[in-house]
């Protein structure tokens, strides 16, 4: 199976691949993201919006400590802009071996200004449950972060507000992302095989705008072992459906 | 005299181990020998379109200052970390005093851009490490091309 770059044949119009920063680079490898990413100036970009189904993870894993994210946000692509911030939420998957159980949980972060993933629980969190996940960074100028997840499936939800303006994204970027999680050793824990990701209504918002992802002038990234296109291929995105708001993306490999 | 003599013996060492503390500054080696001169390489990142940069900075005070500045950064905090993009590109840190290499490093220039001290030490770098590095070898940002506020 070919499977990139992607071609880009997909029933909505694809917007002119135009970019404020001088760094541009569409359908571009990553170590550790694979989706979509609207770019623009910093402070452009303000709330995002997602649904995702927590995956069930398949097969035995290849490395053990397995740990994928599922993830809307805001800012973060230290490509375009330094320093990148990105005020992010959404559901991780984990798991430690093969045969032992898959842990989930869904979190908010604020990177670098403030720590690692924070858990923000729900009533529950099973694979193949619905979950909304919605942040924004200073919306409008209000002053706050707000990061908010909504079980569908089991109709709960948990929410956070941060007001320390220092943990206010970049906002060059919006974006939809597939991610291998870091860890405080400076690696990269495996990817777990969560087959095919669905990112459901990918809204990225300005301060005027409220609008799909793929709509925007935005980019995509592909996750390979290395970072580059000769790297193994990871993950990587499909094409953006229902009028730019709706993508997959697919597991390829696990380390 | 027995143990006047063990004490004589065993307080230089401990001394030198810095008593089993976790110890955050450079090694004794490379304390006693202070950097003068700053080999950096950063590699290819085809990709991106990004060439190779090979630069040495002879200015032992701007060496001697980045050096410090990153046995200052802390560790990476504990816990699943979402990074920033992380395109792979790197800065490969050479700190030598004169010829003679003391301590080698690598700056992960995008993602969590984390410096590695060695395999085992590993630190959170923070903006104001990465404008003091840009500074320090002439670079106007680790990325080429990237907007800043």
């Known amino acids: 199976m070919a499977i990139l770059p992607r071609t880009h044949q997909s029933t ?82 984990y798991k430690a071996c093969s045969a032992c159980p898959q842990y989930n949980t869904s979190w908010w972060e604020v990177y670098p200004n403030i720590k690692p993933e924070q858990d923000l629980p729900l009533c529950r969190l099973n694979t193949g449950d619905q979950v909304y996940s919605f942040i924004d960074s200073n919306d409008n ?5 707000y990061f908010y997840i909504s079980n569908v499936s089991a109709n709960c939800y948990n929410s956070h507000t941060e007001t320390n303006q220092s943990y206010f994204s970049d906002s060059a970027t919006g974006e939809c992302i597939a991610e291998r999680t870091g860890n405080n050793s400076g690696g990269y824990y495996s990817l777990p095989d969560f087959g095919t990701e669905q990112f459901s209504g990918c809204t990225i918002d300005t301060n005027t705008r409220v609008d799909g992802v793929g709509n925007y002038t935005h980019i ?36 | 005299m027995k143990l006047h003599g063990m004490v004589l013996v065993l307080l230089p060492i401990l001394l030198l181990t810095g008593c089993g503390t976790n110890d955050s500054s450079p090694s004794s080696t490379s304390t006693t020998l202070k950097p003068t001169v700053l080999q950096v390489l950063r590699p290819t990142l085809k990709d991106y379109g990004i060439p190779s940069l090979d630069r ?94």
């Open chain 1, 12 to 93: 909505y119009h694809f917007p002119s691949h135009q970019s404020n920063s001088p760094n541009s680079c569409f359908g571009c490898p990553s170590v550790n993201w694979a989706g979509n990413v609207d770019t623009g100036a910093r402070g452009t970009y303000r709330d995002g919006s997602v649904t995702v189904t927590v995956p069930n993870i398949n097969g035995a894993l290849s490395n053990s400590n397995s740990d994928g994210s599922y993830w809307v946000g805001v800012g973060g692509d230290s490509y375009i802009t330094s320093p990148a911030e990105v005020v992010q939420a959404g559901v991780d998957t």
């Open chain 1, 141 to 145: 100028n209000n002053g706050k972060d």
């Open chain 2, 56 to 149: 040495t900075v002879r200015d032992a005070t701007a060496v001697q200052r980045l050096y410090a500045a990153a046995y200052k950064l802390p560790a990476p905090p504990s816990g699943r970390i979402n990074c920033p993009l992380d395109i792979g590109l790197v800065y490969q840190l050479d700190f030598l005093h004169d010829k003679t290499s003391l301590q080698k490093m690598t700056l992960q220039a995008t993602g969590c851009q984390f410096l590695f001290l060695d395999k085992h030490d590993v630190r959170a770098s923070d903006y104001a490490f990465q404008l003091l590095f840009s500074k320090t070898i002439g670079v106007p940002s680790l990325v080429p091309g990237q907007s800043h506020p």
């Open chain 1, 220 to 255: 995509y990234h592909y996750m390979t072992s290395d970072g580059t296109s000769s790297g193994r291929v990871l993950a990587y995105p499909g094409p953006i459906t229902n009028s730019g708001y709706d993508f997959p993306v697919y597991w390829k490999g696990g380390a």
